[in-house]
């Protein structure tokens, strides 16, 4: 005859889904890391095409508001700056 050991299903039931809780909170965590890196590059890759726009014609507007992030360029002593939430984006040609 089988004995039915109720508490060992109900233990391993319970550890089965910790170890689920576990997982969802840490891809979350990845993935919402992933997605302020990815940010992070469109800033900077933004930036730069602000800055070439600038190089390229003195009709582009200041600021410049791409996916409603507003970007504004400054341009000193050949050196150029693109800022956008707080950060500065700092740009000096070779010589």
């Known amino acids: 005859m089988r004995l039915h050991r109720e508490g060992f299903v109900l233990a391993e039931s319970l550890v089965a889904l910790s170890i689920s809780v576990l997982i969802i909170f840490t891809l979350t965590y990845c993935v919402k890391e992933e997605f ?8 900077r890759v933004n930036a730069h095409k602000i800055v070439l726009l600038n190089l390229q014609s003195k009709n582009v507007p ?34």
Do not use: G, M
């Not at 302020?36 to 800033?43: G, R, T």
């Not at 360029?73 to 693109?82: A, D, G, I, L, P």
């Not at 800022?83 to 010589?95: G, H, L, S």
């Open 36 to 43: 302020k890196l990815i940010n992070h590059w469109e800033e």
């Open 62 to 95: 200041n600021p410049l508001v791409i996916k409603d992030k507003k970007y504004f360029f400054e341009s000193n002593n050949n050196e150029y700056r693109v800022t956008v939430n707080k950060n500065v984006y700092q740009i000096k040609p070779a010589t």
